[in-house]
């Protein structure tokens, strides 16, 4: 049978070496020393706390915490089945956590002779359920070899088997399984096309779906967008998922993520008008931010103009998020488009600014304040001159001066109008120069 999506090799590979971490882990380390890892870790379950602990692991610059994620995510290897995972966190560790977070060669042994037995188990199985042609056995039984490969690592048949159930799924309920699963692990995979894919045919599904199922795929659309850099598109995602979510997709997503997520690709894409309605009077979405009281507040700040205590909220954040395993990547780009929107809606009321005023509020050098704005205004994001010598930047609004005198000489031509017509018709009238009805005139 064919499949459709064929995962790439080196994809499954980067997995199932450190959850994609390897990839990571020549990246400039980063330094979140206020980062609590035990407390992160708790939000999320499964296989994405591993990854999560992994690429905090790689990317951190204070060895305490990088130990701190590898023996947490030693202990949670332990209580699964991943043995190549347990090789590579051993690896990793080196041996400076002492002897116990060691390669345990037995565990090793024991999990892969298990393993091997309930493979062949399941194949047989599924094989017999094939001969006889039970279609809903089938579809469990595709079903169970995709779990048994998620659990052991080996995503990319995983996925295969999730996708196999296609074509065995008789409910609309069967449907929407089919699409979490291959969602979970296309998400894990970075194969964000698929994400999105599997999201509308799950939305497409002919029944009405849970609350809870809805406000996962709003969660997952989001991800696969903001991976994909559509950060307008994430942020109308993130604002729409339901509170319903709750702890309920921790194998993926904490709600603390959609309220930092959303509230970062809003504010870099959103106009203020969308930026009051869909998310500070977004009842919703308040519940999100609640949890993550320093984004709420930056959102408010920027909104109410305050852009210096928004800036300075951001870059307390921003250690943090250099960890975060989905935003790591978007964190420049998202933080520059944020502070461009400040300097655009600071000048956008005033017809001249003081430049040394505009650098004490933004936090900031003239200097590099003249090259940020330089560079708006070559974008045309701007409509401005820079007086270099006096350090004030003139607005380039439409020449107010020029307007009026414009509309003066128009109201004149107006008038010059009007005065002729009534001269017109009052020589008329003085001349008795009267149109009859009949059609004949008097003189």
Known sequence: MDVEGEVPAAAAAAVMNGLGGAEEASAAPVSAE?????????????????????????????????????????????????????????????????PRFGLDQAWVDTVTRRADQRKEKLENELNGYRTNLI??????????IGDFFYVHGQLSDAFKSYIRTRDYCTTSKHIVQMCMNVILVSIELGQYAHVSNYVS?????????????????????????LETKKYKLAARKFVETGIELGNNYSEVIAPQDVAVYGALCALASFDRSDLK????????????????????????????????????????LKPNLLLDIHLHEHVETLYMDIRHKAIIQYTLPFISV??????????????????????????????????????????????QRNATFQRVLQTGNDFERDVKSMLLRANLLKHDYIQKTSGSRKM
């Open 34 to 98: 206020q980062l609590d890892v035990e407390a992160y870790a708790a939000q999320y379950s499964g296989r994405t706390r591993l990854a999560r602990l992994l690429f905090i692991a790689d990317r951190c610059g204070v060895e305490a915490m990088q130990l701190e994620a590898l023996r947490m995510a030693y202990d949670e290897i332990k209580r699964g089945e991943d043995v190549q995972l347990h090789r590579d966190v051993a690896a990793k560790i080196g041996g400076r956590l002492g």
């Open 135 to 144: 279609k809903e056995s089938i579809r469990m039984g595709y079903n169970d």
């Open 354 to 399: 003081d430049l040394n005023t505009m650098a004490t509020a933004f936090k900031t050098s003239v200097t590099m304040l003249e090259k940020e704005l330089a560079a708006l205004i070559t974008e045309n994001k701007i409509q401005a001159r820079i007086d270099s010598h006096n350090k004030i930047l003139y607005a380039r609004h439409a020449d």
């Open 277 to 316: 309605s869909k998310v500070i009077d977004n009842i919703n979405f308040r519940n999100f931010l609640e949890l993550v009281p320093e984004v709420r507040e930056l959102v408010n700040d920027f909104y109410a103009s305050r852009y210096g205590s928004c800036l300075g909220h951001l870059e307390k």
């Open 201 to 225: 045919k799950a939305e497409q599904t002919p029944d009405s779906l849970d609350p809870i199922i809805v406000a996962k795929l709003k969660a997952a659309a989001g991800l696969a967008n």
